[in-house]
Protein backbone atom coordinates (compact mmCIF):
# COMPACT_ATOMS: atom_id res chain seq x y z
CA UNK A 1 0.00 0.00 0.00
CA UNK A 2 1.31 3.74 -0.79
CA UNK A 3 2.40 5.90 1.87
CA UNK A 4 -0.66 7.96 2.64
CA UNK A 5 -0.13 11.56 1.18
CA UNK A 6 -2.69 13.59 3.32
CA UNK A 7 -2.91 13.55 7.33
CA UNK A 8 -6.62 14.44 7.55
CA UNK A 9 -9.57 12.21 8.16
CA UNK A 10 -11.74 11.86 4.89
CA UNK A 11 -14.74 11.76 4.92
CA UNK A 12 -17.48 10.69 2.33
CA UNK A 13 -20.79 10.48 2.59
CA UNK A 14 -22.77 8.43 -0.50
CA UNK A 15 -26.59 8.12 -1.34
CA UNK A 16 -25.28 4.60 -2.01
CA UNK A 17 -27.98 3.99 -4.19
CA UNK A 18 -26.63 1.52 -4.67
CA UNK A 19 -22.79 1.47 -4.48
CA UNK A 20 -21.30 0.88 -7.75
CA UNK A 21 -17.72 -0.32 -8.84
CA UNK A 22 -16.80 3.40 -8.52
CA UNK A 23 -17.74 3.58 -4.85
CA UNK A 24 -15.51 0.28 -4.99
CA UNK A 25 -12.41 1.95 -7.00
CA UNK A 26 -13.01 5.44 -4.85
CA UNK A 27 -12.66 4.15 -1.34
CA UNK A 28 -9.56 1.96 -2.20
CA UNK A 29 -7.91 4.54 -3.93
CA UNK A 30 -8.60 7.37 -1.06
CA UNK A 31 -7.27 4.54 1.59
CA UNK A 32 -3.86 4.80 -0.33
CA UNK A 33 -4.06 8.38 0.37
CA UNK A 34 -5.59 9.15 3.61
CA UNK A 35 -5.06 6.92 7.17
CA UNK A 36 -8.56 7.00 7.78
CA UNK A 37 -11.46 6.95 5.40
CA UNK A 38 -14.87 6.57 6.89
CA UNK A 39 -17.78 6.60 4.88
CA UNK A 40 -22.16 6.43 5.57
CA UNK A 41 -25.35 6.64 3.69
CA UNK A 42 -26.97 9.40 3.30
CA UNK A 43 -30.53 11.18 2.07
CA UNK A 44 -29.35 13.97 -0.16
CA UNK A 45 -31.66 16.43 0.05
CA UNK A 46 -31.83 17.36 -3.57
CA UNK A 47 -32.09 13.31 -4.40
CA UNK A 48 -35.02 10.85 -4.90
CA UNK A 49 -33.81 7.82 -3.67
CA UNK A 50 -35.18 4.70 -4.70
CA UNK A 51 -34.28 2.26 -1.57
CA UNK A 52 -34.47 3.25 1.98
CA UNK A 53 -31.78 4.57 3.99
CA UNK A 54 -31.43 1.60 5.92
CA UNK A 55 -31.49 -0.42 2.88
CA UNK A 56 -28.77 1.18 1.50
CA UNK A 57 -26.67 1.24 4.67
CA UNK A 58 -26.97 -2.34 4.15
CA UNK A 59 -25.32 -2.19 0.89
CA UNK A 60 -22.99 0.37 2.22
CA UNK A 61 -21.87 -2.04 4.73
CA UNK A 62 -21.80 -5.34 3.09
CA UNK A 63 -19.75 -3.39 0.48
CA UNK A 64 -17.18 -1.92 3.49
CA UNK A 65 -16.67 -5.48 4.52
CA UNK A 66 -15.94 -7.03 1.52
CA UNK A 67 -13.17 -4.37 0.62
CA UNK A 68 -11.68 -5.25 4.14
CA UNK A 69 -9.12 -2.59 4.38
CA UNK A 70 -8.22 -1.57 7.86
CA UNK A 71 -8.35 2.14 7.12
CA UNK A 72 -11.70 2.01 6.09
CA UNK A 73 -14.96 2.60 8.46
CA UNK A 74 -18.75 2.88 7.88
CA UNK A 75 -19.83 4.97 10.56
CA UNK A 76 -23.77 5.56 9.80
CA UNK A 77 -23.80 7.75 13.36
CA UNK A 78 -22.29 10.64 10.82
CA UNK A 79 -25.40 9.90 8.27
CA UNK A 80 -27.14 13.57 8.16
CA UNK A 81 -29.30 15.27 5.12
CA UNK A 82 -27.30 18.72 6.51
CA UNK A 83 -23.57 18.67 5.63
CA UNK A 84 -22.74 20.60 8.69
CA UNK A 85 -24.64 18.41 11.13
CA UNK A 86 -22.52 15.34 9.66
CA UNK A 87 -19.37 17.52 10.09
CA UNK A 88 -20.12 18.81 13.91
CA UNK A 89 -20.84 15.07 14.85
CA UNK A 90 -17.51 13.59 12.74
CA UNK A 91 -15.43 16.89 15.20
CA UNK A 92 -16.99 14.84 18.56
CA UNK A 93 -15.59 11.72 17.16
CA UNK A 94 -12.27 13.00 15.81
CA UNK A 95 -11.65 16.45 18.08
CA UNK A 96 -7.87 16.64 17.31
CA UNK A 97 -7.87 15.33 13.33
CA UNK A 98 -8.15 17.72 10.06
CA UNK A 99 -11.48 16.59 8.15
CA UNK A 100 -11.21 16.57 4.59
CA UNK A 101 -15.15 16.18 2.96
CA UNK A 102 -14.65 14.18 -0.01
CA UNK A 103 -17.00 15.13 -3.35
CA UNK A 104 -17.09 14.44 -6.64
CA UNK A 105 -16.60 17.29 -9.01
CA UNK A 106 -20.40 17.51 -10.11
CA UNK A 107 -21.15 18.40 -6.25
CA UNK A 108 -18.67 21.86 -6.47
CA UNK A 109 -21.03 24.36 -8.12
CA UNK A 110 -24.01 23.07 -5.58
CA UNK A 111 -21.43 23.74 -2.70
CA UNK A 112 -22.43 27.73 -2.19
CA UNK A 113 -26.23 26.53 -1.39
CA UNK A 114 -26.11 23.98 0.99
CA UNK A 115 -27.37 24.79 4.81
CA UNK A 116 -25.33 26.90 6.13
CA UNK A 117 -22.43 26.68 3.44
CA UNK A 118 -19.88 28.95 4.94
CA UNK A 119 -19.48 27.30 8.24
CA UNK A 120 -19.26 23.85 6.07
CA UNK A 121 -16.44 25.06 4.18
CA UNK A 122 -14.98 26.58 7.02
CA UNK A 123 -15.20 23.30 9.21
CA UNK A 124 -13.35 20.71 6.66
CA UNK A 125 -11.36 20.88 3.55
CA UNK A 126 -12.67 20.30 0.48
CA UNK A 127 -11.46 17.47 -1.03
CA UNK A 128 -12.55 16.99 -5.03
CA UNK A 129 -12.85 13.74 -6.69
CA UNK A 130 -12.86 14.39 -10.42
CA UNK A 131 -15.87 13.13 -12.26
CA UNK A 132 -16.03 12.28 -15.93
CA UNK A 133 -18.31 14.76 -18.21
CA UNK A 134 -17.78 16.99 -14.54
CA UNK A 135 -14.91 19.29 -15.39
CA UNK A 136 -13.51 21.50 -12.52
CA UNK A 137 -14.10 24.82 -13.10
CA UNK A 138 -11.87 27.62 -11.12
CA UNK A 139 -14.45 30.29 -10.84
CA UNK A 140 -16.36 27.73 -9.10
CA UNK A 141 -13.34 27.01 -6.99
CA UNK A 142 -12.85 30.54 -6.28
CA UNK A 143 -16.39 30.98 -4.97
CA UNK A 144 -15.32 28.85 -2.15
CA UNK A 145 -11.97 30.73 -1.71
CA UNK A 146 -14.36 33.40 -0.99
CA UNK A 147 -16.08 31.69 0.82
CA UNK A 148 -13.29 31.05 3.55
CA UNK A 149 -12.76 27.58 2.37
CA UNK A 150 -9.93 25.58 1.31
CA UNK A 151 -10.34 23.40 -1.83
CA UNK A 152 -7.65 20.28 -3.16
CA UNK A 153 -8.75 18.39 -6.67
CA UNK A 154 -7.61 15.04 -5.59
CA UNK A 155 -5.19 12.97 -7.88
CA UNK A 156 -7.61 10.24 -8.27
CA UNK A 157 -9.04 8.92 -11.63
CA UNK A 158 -12.05 6.72 -11.08
CA UNK A 159 -13.97 4.91 -13.38
CA UNK A 160 -17.41 6.00 -14.38
CA UNK A 161 -20.02 4.19 -12.71
CA UNK A 162 -23.46 6.11 -11.70
CA UNK A 163 -25.90 4.73 -9.36
CA UNK A 164 -28.35 6.54 -11.65
CA UNK A 165 -27.28 4.42 -14.91
CA UNK A 166 -28.51 1.70 -12.96
CA UNK A 167 -31.50 3.11 -12.19
CA UNK A 168 -32.67 3.66 -16.08
CA UNK A 169 -30.64 -0.05 -16.96
CA UNK A 170 -29.50 -2.72 -14.94
CA UNK A 171 -25.92 -2.34 -15.69
CA UNK A 172 -23.93 -5.22 -13.99
CA UNK A 173 -20.79 -4.51 -14.70
CA UNK A 174 -21.82 -1.54 -12.64
CA UNK A 175 -22.45 -3.04 -9.62
CA UNK A 176 -19.51 -4.62 -6.94
CA UNK A 177 -19.79 -8.60 -7.01
CA UNK A 178 -20.16 -8.29 -2.87
CA UNK A 179 -23.90 -6.47 -3.15
CA UNK A 180 -25.47 -8.30 -6.25
CA UNK A 181 -26.25 -11.47 -4.38
CA UNK A 182 -28.48 -9.22 -2.20
CA UNK A 183 -29.89 -7.00 -4.92
CA UNK A 184 -31.24 -10.13 -6.73
CA UNK A 185 -32.88 -11.72 -3.34
CA UNK A 186 -34.59 -8.79 -3.12
CA UNK A 187 -35.25 -7.86 -6.45
CA UNK A 188 -33.62 -3.98 -6.15
CA UNK A 189 -32.83 -1.76 -8.99
CA UNK A 190 -34.47 -3.75 -11.33
CA UNK A 191 -32.19 -6.90 -10.82
CA UNK A 192 -33.47 -10.37 -10.24
CA UNK A 193 -32.78 -13.77 -9.68
CA UNK A 194 -32.72 -14.30 -13.81
CA UNK A 195 -29.71 -12.04 -14.54
Given at each position: ?????????????????????????????????????????????????????EQRHELLDILVNAINL????????????????????????????????????????????????????????????????????????????????????LPLDIPASASSAIHSSPHLSYI????????????????????
Open positions: MKKTRFNSIALIGTSADPPTTGHKALFIALSKLFPKVVTWASNNPWKEHRTSLPNLELRQGLSNQWTLITLEHAKVFWPDKRLMLIIGSDLVSSIPNWFEAEKVVNRAQIGIVPRQGWPINNSELNVIKKMGGDTIVPKAILPILKQKNLYGISQQQ
